[in-house]
Structures are given as C-alpha cells and as structure tokens.
C-alpha cells in the first residue's frame, strides 16, 4: 500500500498508524500525529480503493453503506501490510496505534472488529459501526479513544453510542468524547485525543 513511514526518537512508544478520510492522502494526518506525540514512528497509510477519483480504504454501495465483502477483504489487505511494515521499517508489531478519521476510522474499527491482534489501540475521529451481526474478538487491554458528533450528518449520536458498546461488550477499555461541529475532524478533539494517549499510553 502507498504509504510514508517517519521514524520516531524513542521506540518504547506506539507506532502510530495514520488512516485518512474519504479523499484524503498519507499527508493529511500527519501534523495531528505529531501533535499528538512527536516522539513516534509513523506509518501513514493511502487507501487502496478510489471512489471517483478519491482514495477510500474499502469501497461503499452508497453514503454509510458499507461494501462488506470488500471491507473484508481490506481490512485483511491492510492487517497484512501492517504486518509487513512492522518488518521492513523494524518497529514493534504488538504496539499500534491507529489514528483515523471518518473512512480511516472506520477500517480501523473494522481491524478491531476482526482481528484480536491488529492493534493495540485506536484513536477513531468521527468513526461508525463498520460491521453488524458478528461476533468480535475478545478486545481485552485495547484502549480506544472515540471522537463523535452530537450532530455528524454522517455518523448518528446513537450510532457513536453503540460503536463504544459494542467494543466495551468485547471488553475493549472506551472513551467517547462529543464535538457539536458535524463531522469536522477539530482541533478540540485532537486537544481531547492528546490528553487521553498521555493518560493511556505514557502514564501521565
Ligand atoms: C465511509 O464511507 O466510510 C463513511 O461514510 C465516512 C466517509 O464518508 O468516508
């Protein structure tokens, strides 16, 4: 998969995965990472797929409905270049953390989903239910971070609600935090975001 990969300072931290939204590139994310933590290493994913033009990580039948064949079928895609990443560049498989926005959050909540071992834990803005009627790994130790929107035209409050439910129902540790600014990826919640990886991941 097309990608950037930056190496961190310190390597004891996560490698952060950067999934970017519908129409995005490898480059979108990158100065929320490095807000987030400048210390890490990055790999910073392109989605495989194109929807007239713009890039998507699985395709869709239509708005928020989900190809599920072909969601399978990248969500294993992207598992395995996670894989082969963690060995090219060298860094550590068992300590992911996955950073996405709106399409990129919603194929790393699909990594959740199907694998228990794909990451360690997610920072998912503007995420939906990427899957129903299946039963989930057990998601014990997985810190996820949810940044929703009491008014996303996208992803209803309801839906956001049931995402976090069903990731504490596979025993998944949850955040829900809310935004009232649609389904606009903003700085308030990458402040929120911040704060949380630093409690999570650095024991602050
Ligand atoms: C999706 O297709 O993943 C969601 O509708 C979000 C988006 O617009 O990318």
């Not at 210390?39 to 869709?60: A, D, H, Q, T, Y």
């Not at 949850?174 to 024991?203: C, I, P």
Request: proline share 4%.
């Amino acid at each position: 998969m097309k990608h950037i990969f930056q190496k961190g300072t310190d390597q004891s931290k996560p490698t952060f995965v950067l999934l970017h939204g519908t129409g995005g590139t490898e480059h979108d994310l990158l100065p929320i990472a490095e807000k987030i933590d400048p210390e890490v290493n990055i790999l910073s994913v392109r989605g495989n797929v194109l929807e007239n033009g713009m890039p998507r990580f699985f395709k869709r039948l239509a708005e928020g409905v989900f190809d599920e064949e072909d969601l399978v079928f990248r969500t294993k895609e992207l598992y395995e270049f996670l894989d082969k990443a963690a060995e090219k560049y060298g860094f550590n498989r068992h300590n992911i953390l996955a950073i996405g926005y709106s399409n990129g959050a919603n194929i790393a909540a699909s990594l959740l989903f199907h694998y228990q071992d794909a990451i360690k834990g997610a920072i998912l803005h503007h995420p939906m239910v990427p899957r129903r009627g299946i039963e989930l790994p057990v998601l014990l130790d997985k810190n996820i971070f949810i940044a929703a929107g009491t008014n996303d035209p996208i992803c209803s409050s309801q839906e956001s609600e049931e995402l976090k439910f069903i990731l504490e129902e596979a025993k998944a540790e949850v955040h829900l935090h809310w935004e009232n600014k649609g389904h606009q990826l903003t700085m308030s919640e990458v402040a929120a975001a911040k704060d949380w990886y630093l409690a999570t991941f650095n024991g602050a």
